[in-house]
C-alpha cells in the first residue's frame, strides 16, 4: 500500500456546469411559486382597507319629487358598499329641501364635532343636541360653535325621483 490519498472514492460523475445550471433554475423557480403563495394572500389582506378607502360614488334614488317649495325632508338612503371581500349595506340619513334655487341636499353631521343635528319644522332650523348648533334651513350657521355650514350632496331631479350623490 503505497497510496496516501484519503479522498473517498465514488462512482458519481462530477457535477457538469449544465446540470448546476438546470438545478439552480429549479431551485429559484421553487422559492417563487413559494413566495408567491405566501406572499398574495398577505398582500390581498393588507391591501383590502385602501379598496375600500377607493371612494366611488353614485346617484341615488332618495324620495319621490313631491318636495314643495320651502319644504325640507328626510330621507334615507341605502348604498351597497364593497368592504374588503364583503357587500354590506348601509344606511345614510340626509335633508333634502326646495327653495327658489332648486335642490339642496344636506348631511345631518353638525360641521362641529358630528354629532347629528335634526330638522325642526316649525322653527325651519336644524339643531345639534350636543353644543346648540343652529343650522338655517340653507344649512348656514345662525348659532353656536359650528365653525361652517352643514355639508352638501349634490342632487338632482328626474324622472319625478329626487337623486342624491353619495360618495362610499
Ligand atoms: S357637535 Fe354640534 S355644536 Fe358641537
Not at 366611488?56 to 332618495?62: F, H, I, L, S
Not at 353644543?131 to 350632496?153: A, I, M, N, Y
Amino acid at each position: 500500500m503505497n497510496s496516501t490519498n484519503h479522498e473517498p472514492k465514488t462512482d458519481a460523475a462530477p457535477e457538469s456546469p449544465e446540470r448546476r445550471k438546470l438545478l439552480g433554475w429549479l431551485v429559484s423557480v421553487i422559492n417563487a411559486v413559494v413566495a408567491i403563495v405566501v406572499l398574495a394572500p398577505t398582500a390581498k389582506l393588507i391591501s383590502a382597507p385602501l379598496i375600500t378607502r377607493r371612494r366611488r360614488g353614485q346617484w341615488v334614488p332618495a324620495l319621490p319629487d313631491d318636495l314643495q317649495m320651502g319644504e325640507t325632508r328626510e330621507a334615507t338612503i341605502e348604498l351597497e358598499v364593497k368592504d374588503g371581500y364583503r357587500t354590506t349595506t348601509r344606511r345614510y340619513v340626509v335633508y333634502v329641501h326646495r327653495n327658489r334655487n332648486g335642490l339642496l341636499c344636506f348631511d345631518p353631521s353638525c360641521t362641529h364635532l358630528g354629532c347629528r343635528v335634526r330638522f325642526q319644522d316649525e322653527k325651519q332650523r336644524y339643531f345639534c343636541p350636543c353644543h346648540g348648533g343652529v343650522f338655517d334651513s340653507e344649512g348656514k350657521v345662525v348659532s353656536g360653535p359650528p365653525p361652517k355650514p352643514l355639508v352638501q350632496h349634490p342632487v338632482k331631479s328626474d324622472g319625478g325621483q329626487i337623486y342624491v350623490y353619495m360618495e362610499v
